[in-house]
């Protein structure tokens, strides 16, 4: 199979139109949920998700943090549906992300939090899904059919329906016009060359992704990625928690990709990026200055939040290629299935 051929790639080269045709799909069901949630602040959010939508669910972490001062926690199922424990969760935002809107743990977690009278909103890209079902508010992916196994536009809709969540929450103008703009961006981020990287990670048996910031979510994103389409174990790390141990680990026969954001967090990752440069890493950072080294082409800054969504969508096409010259079928890992069940 070719990289042409793939579905995946298809599907990647359709993020863009998913994010546009989205504003339409949420227009009428944000602003209601925004209200419900500036009516009664909770004090704490609890996202549930798994995979790629635990990833968005850290990006939306990351938002709603850093935009309205509330903090947010990951729910772990488990809890109620293996040792059937009630949270207390009263008054308080529970979000699941599910692309399928079918794994178990998932819709039980939603439909018990709902019980003890959280708000609860689920992202699916299936409306009419279980998860749908057992929770208050339906927030619509609106990525259309993604028949790939590993996602990319469902993780893309799922970060840009979060950003504009917490656009109309936090009423951030600035981010909502960032995200009306991402669409185009998210066209021209694809078409970067991200060649180098790619000429890097062929013969590699293990990686480190980094991020800070806005970009965490992405390091997460990238690392899964890396194990799902060309079997080449990936870890990722925070810049910060990367110090606390790991950079043990640091060799030239270890690569070190990392997503730098735009933002206050921008000079320490540049400054981790040199100093790993002296412990002789295989250092590979995105920067949109033209020769900066080890440089991975990234979009000129516009807005951090929207930025650090186009650095996975360039991700995503050069891993499509990457797979393939591994000898791998991006559209169908090994031991995986589209839609996964746990309890």
């Known amino acids: 199979m070719t990289v042409i051929e793939t579905q995946m790639r298809s599907e990647i080269s359709e993020a863009p139109e ?3 045709r989205q504003g339409e799909a949420l227009g009428a069901i944000l602003p209601v949920l925004a ?19 635990a990833h968005a669910a850290t990006f939306g972490k990351h938002l709603i943090e850093r935009y309205l001062g ?6 772990a199922p488990n809890i ?8 207390r969760l009263a008054g308080q935002f529970f979000l699941a992300i599910s692309q399928s809107g079918m794994s178990n743990d998932i819709v039980e977690q939603a439909a018990d939090a709902r019980s003890c009278g959280a708000v609860t909103a689920c992202l699916t890209n299936d409306t009419a899904s279980p998860l749908a079902r057992a929770c208050e508010f339906v927030l619509p ?3 259309g059919p993604e028949l790939s196994i590993p996602a990319t536009k469902t993780f893309i809709a799922s970060a840009a329906a979060l950003a504009r969540l917490v656009a109309i929450w936090a009423r951030d103008a600035a981010l909502a016009r960032a995200i009306d703009r991402l669409p185009d961006r998210l066209a021209a981020a694809a078409g970067l060359d991200w060649g180098g990287l790619l000429e890097g990670l062929a013969h590699a048996r293990s990686v480190v992704t980094i991020g800070r910031g806005p970009t965490l979510a992405i390091a997460r994103e990238a690392a899964l990625k890396l194990k799902e389409t060309s079997n080449l174990h990936a870890e990722a790390f925070s810049a910060a928690e990367f110090l606390h ?11 070190v990709l990392m997503f730098a954001p735009t933002d206050a967090a921008a000079a320490g990752m540049t400054e981790l990026a040199a100093d790993l440069r002296t412990k002789g890493a295989a250092v590979f950072i995105t920067s949109a200055q033209e020769h900066a080294p080890d440089r991975l082409p990234a979009l000129p800054p516009e807005h951090a939040e ?14 499509v290629r990457l797979a393939a010259k591994r000898g791998m079928d991006a559209d169908r890992p090994r031991h995986l299935r589209k839609i996964t069940r746990t309890r």
């Open 18 to 20: 998913a994010v546009r």
């Open 245 to 255: 141990g790991p950079v043990a680990l640091v060799s030239p026969r270890f690569p």
């Open 141 to 143: 992916m609106a990525a």
């Open 70 to 75: 509330i903090a947010v926690a990951a729910a």
């Open 306 to 319: 929207a930025d650090a969504i186009c650095l996975i969508q360039s991700f995503y096409a050069m891993v």
């Open 80 to 87: 109620t549906t293996i040792y059937h424990r009630r949270l």
């Open 35 to 53: 209200e419900r949630l500036l009516r009664a602040p909770p004090q704490l959010v609890v996202t549930c998700a798994r995979g790629s939508s």
